[in-house]
C-alpha cells in the first residue's frame, strides 16, 4: 500500500509537466506599422497573418518557436505602390506561468525577411537586393487559456527589424501587432 501510494505521488508530476510541454500551433491577424522610403515623412501599414509553432521542453517555461509572417501594404507614395514583406523567424520564448489561465510570454527570434511588390521592384535601392536578408523579432504577449486545447492570444506586440536595401541606413524598424487562436495539443 505505501508503494502504491509513492507511485500515485510520482504520477502526478510527470502529468502536470506533459501539460506544461504541449506542443502548440497558433494563426494570428498581424498588422504592421513600417518605415517609409527613404527620404520621405510618415511610415505605412500592412495587414496579413503569421503563423507559429512553440514546443515547450523542461518545465514548460522556455520553448523553441518558428514565425512566418506574411503582411501586405498598399498605396505607398509616391507613386501609390505597394509591397509584401515575408519573415521567417526561429528562437526562445519564456512563460513565466505555463498552467496559468492569463500566460503572458516574450520571445526573442532571428531570421531572414524578404521584400516584394512595386516598393522593392524597378529603379530603387532595394531591386538590387532580391535574396532573402536578416530580420529579427522581439517581443512579447498574452495569451487567455479557454481549456486544455484552446488559448486567445488577446495580443502579440513585436520589433520587428529587417535589413532591406533602402540607400540610406539599411535598416527597417516596424512595430507588428497579432491577435488570434492557438491550439496546444495534448493527450
Known sequence: MALAGATAL?????AAIARQNQTEVAAEYTY???????AQ???FSANGGSVSFAQPFVSG????VFDATIVHGSNISPGNVGVTLDAFTAGGRYR???????????????????AGGGLVSGDTPAARD????????????LDR???RHWSLRLFEADYLVTTFRNGVNDHQNNL????GLVYRFSK
Do not use: K, M
Request: hydrophobic share 45%.
Open 145 to 147: 487559456r479557454l481549456d
Open 32 to 38: 504592421a506599422h513600417a518605415n517609409a522610403p527613404p
Open 10 to 14: 510520482a504520477q502526478a508530476p510527470a
Open 61 to 64: 517555461r522556455y520553448a523553441f
Open 41 to 43: 515623412c510618415g511610415c
Open 96 to 114: 513565466p506561468l505555463p498552467l496559468a489561465r492569463w500566460n503572458p510570454f516574450g520571445e526573442a527570434l532571428v531570421g531572414v525577411a524578404h
Open 130 to 141: 532580391p535574396g532573402l536578408l536578416f530580420a529579427a523579432n522581439i517581443g512579447g504577449g
Open 176 to 179: 507588428r501587432l497579432s491577435a
